[in-house]
């Protein structure tokens, strides 16, 4: 590698034996950028988008705002208080295109606002859904024009819902209205597309073996690029290969805890931690690690599948997911499905902190990205797809106002939501599936 004057691309990546690793964007890096890529690196610009999908609707009551801003957050909300102030929770949208209501057609619509071919063979049809267009814009500079991620390591075929195709179930993106994007759960599969050189599943265990740590293997490069970069760049850096090394340490640790205890889940693959929250946080991060070496600019994430009968015993509530939604208005359940919701809601207010935490040119991260987390269905005893919970963090580099709750009284297509977001970060589409317009009073025109 070659550094003069502080000049170094944008696409610079470590190499060692067998690897190759993406840096963060550096101020060194600056000097080389086309106008363009500048443009895009600048304080002013949103850089990324990130969709992040919660199953089976909520309970609104522990989830709505009484007012019009964020002192005082529902329960289902608190863990969110240390971000509040790039938060906007946004009530009153709904999804027309997913009725009849069904699970199958919550997932489908979440991100296509489309109605979904009822069929339950191989001629499923839905639209392309919106990261996916976002990807063709700004995804196509990078390694990964965008990335597909959920917590569930094994997909269901068939039949899965009142006539539906599991594909609809299954899979969050479409780039196409008859190519679903399968999503990926195994976070050592997850590193490796993102850092390592990838190979049939033989060939991943012999690099594995051939090397303790991807970090190793590129340290002479390491050390080089550091000698001459400038302290800034060299604590950016140092911080990011320390992310970098804890991810992969953790991922080790999980294959190694599975290797030692094999049974009773024999169909666990190798390396996806025991606890749902040890996953669920290691997903993240690497999500962090992704946009922070700008190896992709748009992701997505099923936390869990529609009618997933996941239990949650780690915070009280060892029922299955899916029965407890069906909840009849009995309190006890309700309040269950709150739970759920805090839970969900905690790791993806975790998520918003790293972040945060992350610099980047005068900002960092989060003011860099734009995120929407939410569900494709309403009261989930009722399967309807009016009043979705729907949040929008981030996005201070494109001056959205945070600390507030955006109320629409009269039901509001999320396609609205979509193409505004899709707008923000440079896609220039006049309309989206059923929008009826952009909801520009989420970003401030005048606010810098």
Known sequence: MIVRKRSLSR?????????????????????????????????SALRRLAYVYIPMGFHAAQWTPKGENLDDLPSSLQPL???????????????????????????????????????????????????????????????????????????????????????????????????????EAHPRLVFEMLFGEGGSPQQRRAQRRSRASLLDS???????????????????????????????????????????????????????????AAHARLMFDLQALAFQADITRVTTFQLARETSNRTYPEIGVPDPHHPVTHHGNRPEKLAKVAKINQFHVSLFAEFLQKLQSIPEGNGTLLDHSLLMYGSGMGNPDAHDHTNLPVLVAGGAAGRMQGGRHLRFDTPTPLANLHLTLLNKVGVPLETFADSTGRIDKLFDPVRV
């Open 11 to 43: 696409r610079t990546l470590l190499r060692g034996a067998g690897a190759a690793v993406a840096l963060p964007l550096l101020d060194a890096m600056l000097p080389a950028m086309t106008a363009d890529a500048a443009t895009a690196a600048s304080d």
């Open 218 to 276: 590129v340290s002479d490069e390491m050390r080089r690029l550091q000698r001459q970069l400038g302290g800034s760049d060299r604590q950016r850096v140092e911080g990011y290969l320390d992310s970098l090394r804890e991810v992969e340490r953790r991922i080790q640790h999980a294959e190694a805890s599975a290797a030692d205890h094999p049974l009773p889940d024999l169909d666990r693959p190798v390396g996806v931690p025991e606890s749902y």
């Open 81 to 183: 208080a240390p971000v509040k102030d790039h938060l906007t929770v946004v009530t009153g949208m709904d999804l027309q295109n997913a009725y009849p209501g069904s699970h199958a057609t919550s997932n489908a619509a979440f991100l296509s606002a489309a109605r979904a071919k009822l069929t339950e063979s191989t001629d499923y049809y839905l639209g392309t859904t919106v990261d996916q267009i976002a990807a063709r814009k700004i995804g196509r500079s990078t390694a990964l024009p965008s990335l597909e991620l959920a917590m569930d390591t094994m997909s269901t075929v068939g039949q899965c819902d009142n006539g539906y195709a599991c594909v609809y179930q299954n899979n969050l993106s479409w780039s196409s209205p008859t190519t679903p994007l399968p999503s």
